[in-house]
């Protein structure tokens, strides 16, 4: 059981970057996923999250308008779409996932309870 992160780089402000999450060893289709990031000397935040159920998405206000979360359930994979990336993007992005219970509508959107971790995909913008 694996999730393997992937997609970090270095970017301009103002950039965009596609992070990718894939699991290996289950199906993805049935656990909500998570995307946390967390830079030098800060606390791991919750970044987004979708849901497996009905596919609700959180967003944590910072990145509203400029992030999006999608699954693509036939390629075990979820996306992170990130775009007019800011210098205090600049962190350590993880993406976590859980077994959801069908009827839980929403992800959790902090990180407790997230059973599987990927390592994470550094993320830097700078100019």
């Known amino acids: 059981v694996q999730l393997q992160a992937s997609g970090g780089g270095l970017v301009q402000p103002g950039g965009s970057l596609r992070l990718s999450c894939v699991a290996s060893?289950?199906?993805?289709?049935?656990?909500?996923v998570g995307w946390f990031r967390q830079a030098p000397g800060k606390e791991r935040e919750g970044v987004s999250c979708i849901s497996s159920t009905d596919g609700w998405k959180f967003y944590t206000d910072s990145v509203k308008g400029r992030f999006g979360i999608s699954r693509d359930n036939d390629k075990n994979t979820v996306y992170l779409q990130m775009n007019n990336l800011k210098t205090e993007d600049s962190a350590a992005y993880y993406c976590?996932?859980?077994?959801?219970?069908?009827?839980?509508?929403?992800?959790?959107?902090?990180?407790?309870?997230?059973?599987?971790w990927g390592q994470g995909t550094q993320v830097t913008v700078s100019s």
């Open positions: 976590a996932a859980y077994r959801q219970n069908i009827y839980e509508r929403r992800c959790m959107t902090g990180d407790a309870g997230y059973a599987y």
């Open positions: 060893g289950f199906t993805l289709r049935y656990y909500a």
